[in-house]
């Protein structure tokens, strides 16, 4: 046996009580808030079959699947298999001989397979949430793990908007129950897409959003030499800095983006004098196509979530000071309406992503997005069954915890380990303590008696490292009148109860 | 991409809504008796170092691990390593080059792991629990998976046998709040190493145990056959059967055993008659020392469980009229309080466990044990930190599904999947009862609005397939009124109520 000091896998962590007892609170905080919407629960398992995964996050990606040896190996009738499989694994292939199974890299896979392998059973649209780790060989780095939890739910076999509309308000609901101040940004690859038609074509939509998704990171001008290295003209760069640069309301921002979207006005000043040919390749003398569909989604979910005066049902229960508020039009009054913010800079990495994309970032705190998702045209093609639609948000669960520890927004509550140690002062007196122990217990109350008689001191000092909110003293005067003192470690205070007393109140 | 039918991972299982509620249930059950006995969360990452792991569980164990193949071979600077370390792999050793990490096959060696890494900073006694899943390549068959989860709660770094005391309330108590019967078994390995002492010696210790453990499914005959195979005479493995034979009530077991382990009576008849040596091998004319212990430890645990007549305490809330109950000695009379069996044949196949061992056995169903656990003198040793013995409980999740899914004893309000379904009549139709949706989910209601506009027939379908409380109909003639109809599904009962009724009841 090794004698060695022990140490973990690069990438992975122990979470301690505490750190659990925090990520629990998140975890629970949001399942509370899927359930509401009637997200439903599914767990898949941590192996798949390498056959599942490989291909489905590209090259890059693959590579960073973790592969599980096969068991085995060594029996003489798998030896020469084994061998031969394992070239091939050095030359940067796959062998079942040799691996068989791998981890979930991600969540949506494992889901996407569970669809096509039930999809004649599940109800549709069949909405689910799933909360479990995934692995990445990637290098690790601060914030970056091997092993972390992705949190996720979609709703599958609906082309409804009105998903979209939940599922941006699950991400206000969650956000504001965790007491996150977020921005909750929204866009639509179709107008990306119509982007894109206008400056070089539908082929250039990779390359576009690929860029614009490093806007944040790599700033304007290099995002330009960038559209500028993969072969769009100046002239169609031109149009995307105009893209970028549309400021205002939301509303603001729709108008404007009309206005790009369609050809200028007859002989007067207007995007055509740039020279380029995509304005009105879309060969109508209206709005570009795609780029309408696009704003068309936009402005029904804005519907839903800014304008909610327009809601008959609103008012409910709403103030009515509020209810004449001098802007209805960014002012949804039904509980959990998210304020949502139209960012056509927003791009997604993510090229599966047909409608709808999402963004949640954390205001006040330096920290990547804290939530994402979008709308898919086909979940599970991939695996022999076509034509099933969905839309999906995922949360940021170790980024939403930095967040949190570092805006301080955990109740202390979730900290208290235990609310009464008993000390042990002789075995008959533990012995009645063991007996009150129980009594509060099944009242819902946690209980401790210290392990073994020893000095007052020691059982403080151990009654203080664990954060218990009472001490309960009894010792042989305390037993003979069938009393106990009792102390508040946080106040101090300390009072003389009876055995009564002390598990009835 | 792979077109082909997807499948799961031989051994491997994905979790349906319904199921994952379900263990949901168990789980939270548990873990909220855990917690009134101040055992405090801890989880470890999926993956461990492969040193860490291998050479822990037997040469059997061993294979069974599932090793994670690194990341990177086929890169031309770790081809030549890769295929050397390939080499000894199927020579059937392991080697770094090749694989570092591995799967996590128990909860209890990362404990041990963690609490070598972090005795300096840990308050002793630490009281974990950990619920979490393991992976075993052991051959799939009914009830035997290759992804499972464990469910343990261990103090370490305390001999105190009320830790003993505590884990067999936590059984009692877990079990009861399950609504599982249940009988806790409990045996104490001194007992059966004087035995061994007394049958040939103490290096007889694991082919006796070995042969015991397997008394419950071979029978009586096997253990004695296999047991003169083992080398043992038929002297001592009439001592044995003798042993094995003792019956009546827990006093009764412990009086005949201290006969069984003391000398006989000088020119008595006893054992000593049947010609063993090993009777008088302690050298002193009394009780064998190390069974006396062991004997003395069961006595001192009983006396929390089936005597608490003796505690002052035990009474504060108890009826009087059961305080002078006819058998005081086996009714304790504070809540939780275990009824333990004291079972001479358990011996649990693990030879780490050095004093108390438990197994839990569900009564009126066919099953193994849905509970095992014990002390150990030394969990962290083989991570060079030495003398911290611990003693732990585990529950076995799968098995106690199965459990309660026979005897159905799940609470029906846990499939309760949604309470408010709403139909989709129409777009201002559809607007209102989001709203009204949103109310009724602020106040911690789960709603849901069918997601699209469709016949009667459909939305009653699908609000039946998803085991819908309510179904809420909002059509054209109730949006005038300000009113909805609201049927209860279950005894399909239909009122009308205002916007303001139906949020506020």
Redesign the interface.
């Known amino acids: 046996?090794?004698?060695?000091?022990?140490?973990?896998?690069q990438g992975?962590?122990?979470?301690?009580?505490a750190t659990?007892?925090k990520r629990?609170y998140i975890f629970d905080t949001i399942r509370t808030v899927f359930?509401?919407?009637?997200y439903?629960?599914?767990?898949?398992?941590?192996?798949?079959?390498l056959?599942?995964l490989?291909?489905?996050y590209g090259e890059e990606g693959d590579?960073?699947i973790?592969?599980?040896?096969n068991?085995?190996?060594?029996d003489p009738k798998n030896?020469e298999k084994?061998?031969s499989a394992?070239e091939k694994?050095?030359?940067?292939k796959n062998d079942s001989n040799?691996?068989?199974?791998a981890?979930r890299y991600d969540l949506t896979i494992p889901f996407a397979?569970?669809v096509?392998?039930?999809h004649g059973t599940l109800?549709f649209?069949f909405?689910?949430y799933q909360m479990q780790?995934v692995?990445r060989?990637d290098r690790p780095q601060k914030g970056r793990y091997?092993?972390f939890y992705q949190c996720d739910a979609d709703?599958v076999g609906?082309?409804?908007l009105?998903?979209e509309?939940?599922l941006a308000?699950i991400y206000a609901?969650a956000f504001q129950k965790l007491g996150i101040p977020v921005e909750i940004r929204i866009n639509n690859r179709k107008i990306l897409a119509a982007l894109a038609e206008i400056c070089g074509g539908a082929g250039k939509m990779v390359d576009i959003t690929v860029a614009i998704d490093k806007l944040d990171k790599i700033g304007l001008e290099k995002v330009k030499a960038e559209l500028l290295e993969r072969a769009l003209t100046p002239d169609q760069v031109a149009i995307i800095e105009k893209y970028l640069a549309l400021t205002g309301s939301n509303e603001e921002k729709l108008t404007a983006l009309k206005t790009l979207f369609s050809p200028p006005a007859t002989g007067g000043p207007g995007i055509n004098e740039t020279g380029t040919t995509g304005i009105n390749e879309t060969g109508t003398s209206g709005i570009n196509e795609t780029g309408a569909k696009g704003i068309a989604e936009l402005e029904y979910i804005l519907a839903?979530t800014t304008n909610?005066s327009?809601?008959?049902?609103?008012n409910?229960?709403a103030n009515p000071a509020t209810d004449t508020s001098a802007n209805p039009a960014t002012d949804a009054s039904?509980?959990?309406?998210p304020s949502l913010i139209v960012d056509l800079t927003l791009a997604r990495g993510l090229n599966y992503y047909t409608g709808t994309i999402f963004e949640v970032k954390a205001t006040g705190v330096q920290m990547g997005s804290i939530g994402g998702g979008g709308r898919y045209d086909d979940l599970t093609g991939?695996?022999?069954v076509p034509g099933i639609p969905g839309v999906g948000v995922s949360f940021g669960v170790d980024r939403i915890y930095d967040v949190m520890d570092e805006l301080t927004l955990f109740p202390t509550a979730i900290d208290a380990?235990?609310e009464y140690l008993f000390f042990?002062l002789g075995e008959?007196e533990?012995?009645?303590?063991?007996?009150?122990m129980?009594?509060l217990?099944?009242k819902?109350?946690?209980?401790?008696?210290y392990?073994?008689t020893a000095k007052f001191d020691k059982q403080f000092k151990?009654a203080d490292?664990?954060g218990a909110h009472y001490v309960v003293i009894l010792g042989s005067e305390e037993?003979a009148g069938?009393t106990v003192k009792r102390k508040d470690l946080s106040t101090g205070q300390q009072e003389t109860l009876s055995?009564?007393q002390l598990?009835n109140t």
Not at 310 to 314: D, I
Not at 334 to 337: D, I, K, L, S
Request: no cysteine; charged share 25%.
């Open positions: 046996m090794s004698k060695n000091k022990p140490s973990l896998p992975t962590r122990d979470f301690d009580p659990v007892r629990r359930e509401l919407y009637g439903q629960p599914l767990e898949t398992p941590a192996m798949e079959n056959d599942t490989m291909g489905k590579k960073l973790f592969k599980i040896l068991n085995g190996l060594s030896v084994a061998r394992f694994v050095l030359a940067g040799l691996t068989e199974r981890l397979r569970y096509a392998m039930n109800t649209p909405r689910r780790p692995w060989a091997r092993e709703v609906s082309y409804s009105l998903n509309v939940e308000s609901t839903y909610a327009a809601n008959p049902a609103a409910v229960s039904y509980p959990g309406a991939t695996f022999g380990s235990i042990n008959a533990a012995k009645a303590a063991f007996g009150l129980q009594q217990r099944s819902g109350h946690s209980a401790e008696l392990h073994e151990y490292k664990k037993l069938r055995f009564e598990v």
